[in-house]
């Protein structure tokens, strides 16, 4: 998706006088969940980075990963 939505202004719901909701597009809200998404899946890789790797055998992972064996 782009980075730019459609214009249209999101509609503030409102209960008791304070903002209690938001309806926004379809399409700009598919663009939240993508960016948050993405954003998550990037503080996961900063994560995996800062750790120290571990190496195995070829064979033995492939022992692991049989599910005949």
Known sequence: MGG???????????????PAAVVLDIA??????ERLEDFEDLKALQSMREKSLKFRKLDDFLEEC????
Do not use: H, M, S
Request: net charge positive; charged share 35%; glycine share 8%.
């Open 4 to 18: 730019k939505t459609k214009g249209k202004t999101p509609d503030i719901i409102f209960r008791n006088g304070k």
């Open 28 to 33: 700009e809200y598919q663009e939240l969940l």
């Open 66 to 69: 049989d599910p005949v064996a």
